[in-house]
């Protein structure tokens, strides 16, 4: 299609109505019989136009489907936090002081007492633990994730608000029941059974020959058992056990140990009748119910998270601790720390030694251990810190989505296209007499993007181009009665406006404006006629800035329709 200046000016002013009712009144001015014959390229305007008038009805339908199949959710935005937080936990080296193989771990935490070594010689020290145990303590917590138990950052700290990273200790243990791998009493009466077995006479063929650990009594053939039997958390290294008399200071290596370490477990609750039960039935041990277990202890250093919109704990990696703190770690374990919450956690259990009491065995002694590893901990700098801000977000469906983007494109790819011919073209333009420009010095000629901007703010030489006056209906025309016979006609005398093909003075086919000075001028668009240029050029011209608004753009020829 050629996109001279008419084309696009007639498409300008049929977008710039936005209306329906345009193309219809196009289409019915085409129709007409009584008119002159409709050049092609008004035709070719007219498709060009109802085509970009139905692409923008089907962006506004895929836009209807778009934002009916639409949903809206929300996501978390984080911003992040400059100042420091100190929510990491790491080992503080002051408090034990430096580390020496000469003596037990943490040696300043080592007191003698009647004799005996103990562990924690001031009393803040437990209560730190205690609280921290009980969840009670304002600047440090318990977690356990996963079967391992890390410490993080009490409520006084203020975190609950903020997203961050850190750094922090922990502790797995892994449990297994040592009883069945164990030998019992062999064929003890039936009056004289627990539920669920007998008693344990030696762990030699578990690898535990000093287990169970006591000091004086038998195991009568009766299967009365006076052994002196105490609830204790023994340490193993290598063939070596410890933590019965002097804590970490029963071994010859005074308790240095790898990563992991080993320990069993050996509980005893005295005088307890343990409940019939309709699966376990029999007569409970009359002296006491016992249980054993081997466990590995890993400390570990942990790089956790904490996540402030699902207020969630969760772990991201974990590494072995160096062998020498996992030694100065479980120092409060083998000197007894822990022993009674192992024996009051475990006492719903203590008839049923199977998978569900192993559990319940693992995450105590874990809580527990690190509960007493606070006196030896410091707090550091968290990393990734941020505040959660909650943001709406619209969810689109794909379908209507690439539809409505592609219709766009074509659009503006329409738009752009026709524009730019239209500021480029010239085998039609408009020429102006040098009468009629702001400086009056020489002729000027129009692009057709001036032709658009005429019609868009000046209609009068497209509707006076169309309709003639003098026609011999009344002044009052209404645009209501009948749109296409409003014409722009008075009785005061006034010139008409003409736009149309005009041969020029050197036989050129021009698109321009003339003034119809007769009201018998131009029947149905047939026929502009010669005007005579003196009086045509005696009117005068409003001229705003470089671009001429006026109701003619002259120039002299013969017109044709």
Request: aromatic share 10%; net charge negative.
């Amino acid at each position: 299609m050629d996109y001279s200046l008419d084309r696009y000016g007639l498409l300008v002013r049929t977008l710039g109505s936005g209306s329906l009712m345009s193309i219809i009144n196009t289409l019915r001015y085409i129709s007409r019989s009584r008119r002159a014959n409709a050049p092609r390229f008004f035709k070719e305007a007219f498709v060009g136009v109802t085509g970009i008038y139905l692409l923008s009805h089907i962006v506004g339908l895929l836009d209807l489907w778009l934002h009916s199949g639409a949903r809206s959710i929300t996501v978390t935005r984080s911003i992040p936090v400059t100042t420091d937080a100190r929510y990491g936990i790491t080992y503080n080296p002051v408090s034990c002081g430096p580390l020496s193989k000469t003596e037990v771990p943490c040696q300043s935490f080592v007191y003698t007492s009647e004799g005996f070594l103990n562990w924690g010689f001031q009393q803040w020290m437990h209560f730190q633990a205690y609280d921290t145990i009980l969840d009670v303590n304002p600047y440090m917590s318990l977690e356990y994730i996963n079967g391992t138990a890390i410490l993080v950052p009490g409520p006084s700290k203020g975190f609950s608000s903020r997203g961050f990273t850190f750094n922090t200790l922990g502790l797995r243990a892994k449990c297994e029941n040592l009883r069945d791998r164990c030998d019992t009493l062999t064929a003890p009466p039936v009056q004289f059974l627990v539920p669920g077995g007998s008693p344990v006479t030696n762990c030699s063929k578990a690898g535990y020959p000093r287990i169970p650990y006591h000091t004086s009594g038998d195991l009568l053939d009766s299967g009365r058992d006076a052994r002196n039997i105490e609830s204790l958390v023994i340490g193993v290294i290598g063939d070596e056990i410890g933590g019965m008399i002097n804590g970490t200071g029963d071994f010859s290596s005074l308790g240095w140990t790898s990563n992991p370490a080993s320990a069993v477990v050996q509980l005893r609750w005295p005088n307890v009748t343990a409940p019939r039960t309709p699966d376990a039935p029999g007569v409970a041990y009359s002296n006491a119910v016992d249980l054993y277990a081997s466990c590995s202890l890993e400390y570990l250093d942990v790089v956790a998270s904490y996540d402030a919109v699902e207020a969630e704990w969760s772990i991201l990696e974990t590494n072995l601790t160096s062998s020498e703190l996992a030694s100065v770690f479980w120092s409060p374990v083998l000197f007894q720390m822990i022993t009674s919450n192992l024996l009051h956690a475990l006492r719903p259990y203590m008839t049923n030694r199977g998978s569900q009491a192993m559990e319940v065995l693992e995450m105590t002694l874990a809580n527990s251990n690190m509960g007493y590893i606070t006196p030896l901990v410091t707090s550091v700098s968290a990393s990734n810190v941020t505040t959660p801000q909650l943001v709406a977000l619209g969810l689109y469906p794909a379908a209507p989505t690439i539809l409505l983007i592609g219709c766009l494109y074509l659009y503006s790819l329409v738009a752009l296209f026709i524009f730019f011919l239209a500021c480029t073209s010239n085998n039609k333009v408009i020429f102006v007499p040098r009468e009629l420009t702001k400086k009056g010095e020489k002729d000027e000629e129009r692009s057709a993007l001036d032709v658009a901007q005429t019609w868009l703010t000046d209609p009068l030489p497209f509707i006076g181009s169309l309709f003639p006056g003098g026609d011999g209906r009344h002044v009052a025309r209404s645009a209501e009665s009948d749109p296409l016979l409003q014409v722009y006609d008075s009785d005061w005398e006034l010139g008409k406006v003409g736009m149309g093909l005009y041969t020029g003075s050197k036989g050129e086919m021009i698109y321009g404006l003339m003034r119809q000075s007769h009201s018998r001028s131009r029947r149905y668009g047939r026929l502009f006629p010669v005007v005579d240029e003196e009086s045509a050029l005696q009117e005068k011209v409003p001229i705003h800035g470089s671009t001429v608004i006026i109701p003619s753009l002259a120039v002299m020829g013969k017109a044709e329709s």
